[in-house]
């Protein structure tokens, strides 16, 4: 009997929003996928296209980047500079054949815990809908999460 997919996805998210949103959302309750693996940054202006690329490599089916509202970045741009690296890595898994919809930038402010759930579970059906990540081999996803919170 086949084993049943179930998406791994890597979700790097700011401290200031989205990570209290998603902290929110599991005061409220309210129901999403557990298949998220959280990785918090200080501001989405921290990830990079190689940083991206290489959370695939490690095998994960999707990756979602959460960063504040346009406009309320504390580091002023952040936010969106990760935009702008998300659509250059995205365009390189097209090229690459593994589909640049596997990745996604967000927007969630803190209070948006429902926002958080439904991106999660938009993230979910399209992992879904893509099949497995063909670059899941033998690389363990948790070195996905090596990647900690920036150093200064
Ligand atoms: Fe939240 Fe920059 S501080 S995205």
Not at 68 to 76: A, M
Not at 83 to 112: N, P, T, W, Y
């Amino acid at each position: 009997m086949a084993q049943k997919y179930e998406p791994k996805i890597v979700a790097l998210i700011c401290t200031y929003c989205t990570y209290t949103a998603a902290d929110m959302a599991g005061s409220m309750r309210l129901q999403y996928a557990p298949n998220v693996l959280v990785v918090k940054l200080l501001c989405t202006g921290k990830v990079d296209v190689i940083y991206l690329l290489e959370i695939f490599r490690a095998g994960a089916d999707a990756v979602m980047v959460s960063g504040c509202e346009v406009g309320d970045c504390h580091f002023l741009e952040g936010n969106l500079r990760a935009k702008e690296r998300v659509a250059h890595a995205q365009a390189l898994l097209d090229e690459a054949g593994l589909g640049g919809g596997r990745l996604e930038m967000f927007h969630i402010g803190a209070s948006d815990a429902p926002q958080w759930a439904e991106a999660v579970k938009m993230m979910t059906r399209r992992a879904l809908e893509m099949g497995p990540n063909p670059l899941r081999a033998q690389r363990p996803l948790a070195e996905a999460a090596a990647l900690e919170e920036p150093r200064a």
